[in-house]
């Protein structure tokens, strides 16, 4: 009978340690797109001519974003 009793209350904790979980996953994730974005626009920075410096920079950093993934959906810079 406490077994049966406590199996409610221990669900539920199991099923709230798998949320946080995937909270921190999703967090991780969107850190390393974010930072791996950064590089990536000043790598473009690098290459790129001043006259389209930040065009460039941006085109690096979208295209890198895109091909990375948080919380099960594909990133988008604006």
């Not at 930040?54 to 810079?77: C, D, H, M, P, T």
């Amino acid at each position: 009978v406490l077994a049966s009793l406590l199996m409610v209350p221990l669900l539920g904790v199991a099923a709230f340690s798998l949320d946080v979980g995937w909270w921190q996953m999703g967090a991780n994730q969107l850190q390393t797109t974010a930072d791996a974005a950064a590089l990536a626009a000043a790598r473009g920075l690098q290459l790129a001519t001043p006259s389209n410096a930040q065009a460039k920079a941006l085109s690096y950093a979208q295209q890198l974003a895109a091909a990375n993934r948080a919380f099960g959906q594909v990133i988008a810079l604006t």
